[in-house]
């Protein structure tokens, strides 16, 4: 992706998973990276020591992305840094698997303070600060399209995050900013992969025609084609990248 060469490239939640395997895929293609992480310092600057001896150009940034203090800063030194922002991926995100009727208060407020929280705080500030003519990109997931118990904290709040990229295209439309949401399926990552037997991961495989999960590099290449500028014409859209789960 030429047309990725000299963007500057936020991307929250990138110290580990898919956001890890994004920012390096980005650096490759020639953006300037910020690696933004909550609470794994040593893992975020890991992936920019990697992108760094490879040629690249990426920095990290500490941030909770439910802290709209935290966010402003983010944002502010980002740019105090690299001079704009021209691409916001949010990938931050928490999955707890439980049926309703055993989700505690808790966790489904944490669930909600990540997932939905941090983006419209990260969106809050996009709305001024993202460089005209960009590109927001935020994570969902393709178990919307599905109905499998245990995930209804989850997709509730990755519905609402669908939601709110289809209002954000309209309200920074006029800026030239296109906004959409990306939807992976099952994908090996430590978030994804946490707590669940070989039998249940199997069994999810089998949900999609090639009968695997996704790595993070096949989401990685989505995203890099999703925020480049052949993708300007997509906007307010919902993306599916499951192998055909759903």
Known sequence: MKN????????TGASKGIGAEVAKKLAVAGARVIVNYAGSKSDADAVV??????GGDAISLQADVRNPAEVKALFDQAIAHYGRIDVLINNAGIMITKTIAETTDDEFDR??????KGVFNTLREAATKLADNGTVLNISTSVNRLMIPGYGNYVASKSAVEQLTRIFSREVGHRGINVNS??????????FLDGKSQETIARLAALNPFNRIAETDDIANVVL?????????????????NGGMA
């Open 4 to 11: 990725l060469s000299e963007k500057v490239i936020l991307v």
């Open 49 to 54: 020591a990697e992108i760094t001896a490879n």
């Open 182 to 191: 990306l939807s992976p399926g099952p994908t090996a990552t430590a978030l």
């Open 111 to 116: 669930t909600f303070d990540i997932n939905v």
């Open 225 to 241: 084609f999703l925020v480049s500028d052949d993708a300007k014409w997509i906007n307010a859209q919902n993306i599916g990248a």
